[in-house]
């Protein structure tokens, strides 16, 4: 059936058993969520065109969570001014969160205050450009945003416009503003949709999702500016891409030692070794993800277990990392 909203389950990080779902708020097409550093609340954005009357907008809701039953309580809620928000992350503080907005082509920024709630919008920013794959690509598509370990940049994907861009941030007020060079461009018609950091710093990694690669570059923390390394495909060698497919999620496993990407259609998790002194990354192999459609991955927090969403089978499967290969089982 219809997801409801957010859902909750335990799960064994010695054994990787899964416990049983439920519902852990109703709330609107919430397609990406963040947990605060503090532990006790959760950021989610709804995936909408239209938010309380407001015409292109998505949403944003803040929930506290209850410690005894692990549901969701909704705290308060913003509008995105820009259409169908799809990802956000925290900083490390906790006091800002920045969200992606897709059909939008924009980010914004909100502040976070002490007790969880939703504040003031901190930034606003609005992409503007395209790439070849008309008309996929005739505008900006802001599919990410993430913060590098420094703390003091932010970058954002745009699917649209074939660039990963660079903002300063100040974790302070919340702010963005263009860094120069303002960002790198990625292969015509390659669609970078997630973005992983290296816990070392140095590397960064793209999936991009229409042509079924990732790209590794060279992160400088003090400049932030991007050095491209290699790109690779997803899919085993000699393979590929056929009609359907696309990329999803990509992730830098807990020891940084393993690049893992999710492939929908393929149906598959691919695993890379990373190289710790180049970035460059080797490809281990691409397992099945039990199910079809692995739009996310998550990985537990012993690092021993990917747990694949599986959007179109409406289930959640565990593979095991074996951490000194890199393989799944």
């Not at 924009?106 to 395209?130: P, R």
Request: with cysteine; proline share 5%.
């Amino acid at each position: 059936g219809e997801s409801k909203g957010i859902y909750q389950f335990s799960f064994d990080t010695r054994t990787g058993k899964a416990g049983k779902v439920s519902l852990a708020a109703e709330t609107p097409e919430p397609s990406f969520l963040a947990i605060h550093p503090d532990g006790k609340h959760v950021v989610a954005v709804n995936e909408t065109s239209e938010w309380e009357g407001l015409e292109n907008s998505g949403g944003i809701s803040a929930f506290e969570i209850d410690s005894k039953t692990g549901e969701l309580i909704l705290m308060n809620q913003q509008p995105t001014r820009g259409a169908h928000p799809c990802h956000l992350v925290i900083d490390s503080s906790g006091k800002t969160v920045l969200v992606a907005n897709y059909t939008g082509g924009s980010v914004i920024g909100y502040s976070i205050l002490d007790d969880g709630c939703l504040g003031e919008a901190s930034a606003f920013v609005q992409h503007k450009g395209s790439s070849v794959l008309k008309p996929r690509q005739a505008s900006p598509h802001a599919h990410s945003i993430n913060i590098d370990p420094t703390g003091q940049f932010a970058v954002a994907a745009d699917l649209g416009m074939d660039q990963v861009l660079v903002y300063k941030f100040d974790a302070a007020k919340g702010t963005l503003v263009a860094n120069k060079p303002t960002g790198k461009k990625v292969a015509a018609g390659a669609g970078p949709r997630h973005f992983s950091f290296h816990p070392n710093g140095r590397f960064g990694y793209v999936i991009n999702e229409i042509n079924l690669t990732v790209t590794a570059f060279a992160w400088n923390g003090k400049s932030g500016t991007f050095k491209e390394i290699q790109t690779i495909s997803t899919l085993p060698p000699g393979e590929k891409p056929g009609k359907g497919m696309s990329t999803a999620e990509v992730r830098v496993g807990k020891r940084g030692r393993f690049l893992f990407g999710s492939n929908r259609g393929h149906d598959t998790i691919v695993s890379y070794k990373i190289d710790r002194k180049t970035g460059k990354l080797t490809y281990v192999g691409n397992y099945s993800t039990g199910g079809k459609t692995p739009r996310n991955f998550g990985l537990d927090p012993s690092g021993r277990f990917l747990l694949s969403e599986n959007q179109d089978s409406g289930t959640i499967h565990v593979l095991k990392i074996n951490r000194k290969t890199g393989e799944l089982d």
